[in-house]
């Protein structure tokens, strides 16, 4: 049910004096009659757990030749609180491939009365380029009614031209979580001697299928599909929510043709665009022999070349035409000492192959937490370009966009996914390093002392590997050490204390490791009440993570990242007093995790040990509450605290 503020009071009387409230379930019987989208004619269990309706959404692609496709985009939606208001708002994006035709808007209010048409002056052009792009030729055309009286209705007619073929949308007629959709449709119309390809998730009926003179029109329909909420580790979205993914069989994009039945195919294309663009300098070709003159090894030789790219280049995106698909030549990228990740990687490629060492061009899905490709349904789902250098029992995968990165490291950016080797022979589907449990550890060793003052001064030894020293890499290249010192007092969780010093030393491997020393002094760490003191033996190793029970789980459980903590704690406390409570030990095992803690008093030090494991997989839905017990346990233990009593004997404190 919608909450009080979704309800707006009219003048508090209507025409004949009556008092009235209006929302999408009621409205005074001598008001408006109401037009096709009047709030009041959605469903309630459409505005459960709801921020935006979809009241109607209408997709048609027409491939009308093998470089021109037809798109007529025409949807309405319903405002409902500000939660939503960000979906009011229409972003078109437009490039050298794409040319928007024309933009028809309508706003409406609660009673679907029409308040105001778009007029083409109120469209805002935005260009594409900003932040790490050089040159982009992407464009936005952005229109916002600014209305705020909620609820109201916007509706769109967008109509757009594309000319290439290598992209096919695709259907999500769930934009996103606390979205509920009235109707839906999707169709595509393409010759009937052409094969488009697509794929359902999670859409249980076929597709609708008709044939008129020489076309084949292929569509799909959803209607009256209620809100969802996300949960806690669910899967991917098209997991949960129907998606139709498109994609071309033969295809054009500018002078380039090619074909994406599979992924041997698909690599051919990408040869096609490369090819030639891997001839260097004659500066650049006597330097790669002086780097590599005497170097016996080859993973030597690679490390080599890759420090060379990474101190003589640096990323700026380039995104132009053919360019956003194409590498720049290597000859570019020596010359400007600048490239996309797709240039880099070519020009990586190129320098390896001037050293006689075979690498491959790649392509991959980035992001940490990105889905991986959808492996059956072969289509361009690329963002990035990375190389592969096959070695002698080995691989070694360079990420060529980073100037910091160590050579044959991935991490969560890369890594644990599929990627599509550009070989000789054309596209050849492959897997990234998987870094697992025993690889994503943090070993953290803490020597303490507590003062009478309940003052605790702190040295921190910490260990972070592979993954877990993803963030902190970033951190510590990427910023002054005085905003490190920022970002530290940010992350640590303490009431009241200072970094006295911080230091760090990276391994860099392709299993690399960042090593941090901390200094820190925390003041009223400790409780004191009287003769007791009360002090958690666990300083900076604490889970925050609780969730809510609910009975109603959906989705299953997916939990990509595993890792283990290891922490060590001794604290040197006041002389004086004996233990009156102690936290008894734990240990937990089962298929979300592990974690055990101790805690003992030896002379007048508490020696506190604590494990963590999270594993990776899947989970039913079932066992939700396990999941629920699991970290609730693992918060309460966290928090433990030893309870100290002063000795008798003992004066002051």
Same mark, same amino acid.
Request: aromatic fraction near 12%; glycine fraction near 6%.
């Given at each position: 049910?919608?909450?009080?503020?979704?309800?707006?009071?009219?003048?508090?009387?209507?025409?004949?004096?009556?008092?009235?409230?209006?929302?999408?379930?009621?409205?005074?019987?001598?008001?408006?009659?109401?037009?096709?989208?009047?709030?009041?004619?959605?469903?309630?269990?459409?505005?459960?757990?709801?921020?935006?309706?979809?009241?109607?959404?209408?997709?048609?692609?027409?491939?009308?030749?093998?470089?021109? &496709?037809?798109?007529?985009?025409?949807?309405?939606? !319903?405002?409902?609180?500000?939660?939503?208001?960000?979906?009011?708002?229409?972003?078109?994006?437009?490039?050298?491939?794409?040319?928007?035709?024309?933009?028809? =808007?309508?706003?409406?209010?609660?009673?679907?009365?029409?308040?105001?048409?778009?007029?083409?002056?109120?469209?805002?052009?935005?260009?594409? $380029?900003?932040?790490?792009?050089?040159?982009?030729?992407?464009?936005?055309?952005?229109?916002?009614?600014?209305?705020?009286?909620?609820?109201?209705?916007?509706?769109?007619?967008?109509?757009?031209?594309?000319?290439?073929?290598?992209?096919?949308?695709?259907?999500?007629?769930?934009?996103?979580?606390?979205?509920?959709?009235?109707?839906?449709?999707?169709?595509?119309?393409?010759?009937?001697?052409?094969?488009?390809?697509?794929?359902?998730?999670?859409?249980?009926?076929?597709? $609708?299928?008709?044939?008129?003179?020489?076309?084949?029109?292929?569509?799909?329909?959803?209607?009256?599909?209620?809100?969802?909420?996300?949960?806690?580790?669910?899967?991917?979205?098209?997991?949960?929510?129907?998606?139709?993914?498109?994609?071309?069989?033969?295809?054009?994009?500018?002078?380039?043709?090619?074909?994406?039945?599979?992924?041997?195919?698909?690599?051919?294309?990408?040869?096609?665009?490369?090819?030639?663009?891997?001839?260097?300098?004659?500066?650049?070709?006597?330097?790669?022999?002086?780097? !590599?003159?005497?170097?016996?090894?080859?993973?030597?030789?690679?490390?080599?070349?890759?420090?060379?790219?990474?101190?003589?280049?640096?990323?700026?995106?380039?995104?132009?035409?053919? =360019?956003?698909?194409?590498?720049?030549?290597?000859?570019?990228?020596?010359?400007?000492?600048?490239?996309?990740?797709?240039?880099?990687?070519?020009?990586?490629?190129?320098?390896?192959?001037?050293?006689?060492?075979?690498?491959?061009?790649?392509?991959?899905?980035?992001?940490?937490?990105?889905?991986?490709?959808?492996?059956?349904?072969?289509?361009?789902?690329?963002?990035?370009?990375?190389?592969?250098?096959?070695?002698?029992?080995?691989?070694?995968?360079?990420? #060529?966009?980073?100037?910091?990165?160590?050579?044959?490291?991935?991490?969560?950016? !890369?890594?644990?996914?599929?990627?599509?080797?550009?070989?000789?022979? =054309?596209?050849?589907?492959?897997?990234?390093?998987?870094?697992?449990?025993?690889?994503?550890?943090?070993?953290?060793?803490?020597?303490?002392?507590?003062?009478?003052?309940?003052?605790?001064?702190?040295?921190?030894?910490?260990?972070?590997?592979?993954?877990?020293?993803?963030?902190?890499?970033?951190?510590?290249?990427?910023? $002054?050490?005085?905003?490190?010192?920022?970002?530290?007092?940010?992350?640590?969780?303490?009431?009241?204390?200072?970094?006295?010093?911080?230091?760090?030393?990276?391994?860099?491997?392709?299993?690399?490791?960042?090593?941090?020393?901390?200094?820190?002094? &925390?003041?009223?760490?400790?409780?004191?009440?009287?003769?007791?003191?009360?002090?958690?033996?666990?300083?900076?190793?604490?889970?925050?993570?609780?969730?809510?029970?609910?009975?109603?789980?959906?989705?299953?459980?997916?939990?990509?990242?595993?890792?283990?903590?290891?922490?060590?704690?001794?604290?040197?406390?006041?002389?004086?007093?004996?233990?009156? $409570?102690?936290?008894?030990?734990?240990?937990?095992?089962?298929?979300?995790?592990?974690?055990? #803690?101790?805690?003992?008093?030896?002379?007048?030090?508490?020696?506190?040990?604590?494990?963590?494991?999270?594993?990776? =997989?899947?989970?039913?839905?079932?066992?939700?509450?396990?999941?629920?017990?699991?970290?609730?346990?693992?918060?309460?233990?966290?928090?433990?605290?030893?309870?100290?009593?002063?000795?008798?004997?003992?004066?002051?404190?």
């Amino acid at each position: 049910m919608p909450n009080r503020s979704y309800l707006k009071r009219k003048n508090n009387s209507c025409k004949k004096g009556h008092s009235v409230y209006y929302s999408y379930y009621s409205r005074c019987n001598c008001g408006p009659a109401g037009g096709e989208y009047a709030v009041s004619k959605i469903a309630p269990e459409l505005l459960r757990n709801a921020n935006i309706v979809i009241r109607f959404e209408e997709e048609h692609i027409v491939l009308q030749s093998l470089d021109k &496709v037809l798109i007529k985009h025409h949807y309405v939606i !319903t405002i409902l609180n500000d939660e939503g208001a960000r979906f009011a708002r229409l972003v078109e994006s437009y490039d050298n491939f794409q040319e928007i035709k024309s933009i028809d =808007g309508i706003l409406y209010d609660a009673y679907g009365i029409k308040l105001k048409s778009l007029k083409s002056k109120d469209v805002e052009d935005l260009s594409g $380029s900003g932040g790490s792009n050089l040159a982009d030729d992407s464009r936005f055309k952005v229109h916002d009614f600014y209305y705020k009286i909620y609820p109201y209705t916007v509706e769109y007619n967008i109509e757009t031209v594309k000319r290439e073929t290598m992209f096919f949308p695709s259907w999500v007629p769930v934009w996103d979580e606390n979205i509920s959709v009235e109707k839906s449709r999707f169709s595509i119309s393409v010759p009937k001697d052409y094969l488009v390809r697509f794929k359902q998730i999670n859409y249980k009926n076929a597709a $609708s299928i008709t044939e008129i003179e020489d076309k084949r029109i292929y569509n799909w329909e959803l209607t009256n599909y209620e809100a969802v909420v996300k949960e806690y580790a669910y899967p991917g979205w098209a997991e949960i929510t129907p998606t139709i993914l498109l994609a071309p069989s033969n295809f054009v994009i500018e002078d380039y043709t090619g074909n994406m039945t599979d992924w041997k195919e698909l690599g051919k294309f990408q040869i096609n665009l490369n090819r030639g663009r891997d001839v260097l300098p004659d500066a650049i070709k006597k330097k790669v022999a002086e780097l !590599t003159r005497n170097i016996n090894s080859v993973p030597e030789k690679i490390r080599i070349l890759y420090n060379f790219l990474q101190s003589n280049t640096h990323y700026i995106s380039i995104q132009l035409g053919i =360019g956003g698909w194409r590498p720049f030549e290597a000859s570019f990228v020596a010359l400007k000492a600048y490239g996309d990740c797709k240039a880099l990687s070519n020009y990586m490629f190129s320098l390896l192959k001037e050293a006689g060492i075979v690498s491959y061009y790649t392509l991959i899905k980035a992001g940490d937490g990105a889905a991986d490709l959808v492996t059956d349904f072969p289509s361009r789902q690329f963002n990035h370009a990375i190389v592969c250098v096959p070695v002698e029992k080995d691989t070694i995968w360079l990420e #060529c966009t980073s100037q910091n990165k160590a050579a044959g490291y991935m991490g969560g950016f !890369t890594g644990n996914r599929h990627a599509l080797l550009i070989t000789e022979e =054309g596209g050849k589907l492959v897997t990234t390093p998987f870094y697992k449990l025993n690889d994503n550890v943090q070993i953290r060793n803490i020597q303490a002392l507590l003062d009478i003052e309940a003052t605790l001064k702190v040295h921190v030894k910490s260990s972070y590997k592979a993954m877990q020293q993803d963030d902190l890499q970033m951190m510590i290249n990427g910023l $002054s050490k005085d905003k490190v010192k920022e970002s530290l007092h940010e992350q640590l969780d303490f009431a009241t204390y200072e970094i006295n010093n911080f230091e760090y030393k990276e391994e860099k491997s392709a299993m690399p490791v960042i090593e941090e020393s901390l200094e820190i002094t &925390v003041s009223n760490y400790a409780t004191i009440t009287g003769k007791r003191l009360f002090v958690n033996p666990n300083i900076m190793t604490r889970a925050n993570r609780r969730l809510q029970t609910d009975t109603t789980r959906k989705y299953e459980l997916e939990f990509r990242y595993e890792y283990r903590d290891i922490d060590t704690a001794e604290i040197e406390l006041p002389i004086g007093y004996e233990p009156e $409570s102690m936290p008894k030990d734990i240990s937990i095992r089962n298929k979300f995790g592990r974690y055990q #803690c101790s805690v003992m008093l030896l002379a007048n030090k508490l020696i506190y040990c604590r494990l963590y494991e999270q594993y990776s =997989g899947r989970i039913p839905a079932t066992e939700y509450p396990d999941l629920v017990g699991f970290y609730d346990a693992v918060y309460k233990a966290d928090r433990s605290k030893v309870v100290l009593v002063k000795k008798e004997s003992t004066k002051g404190f």
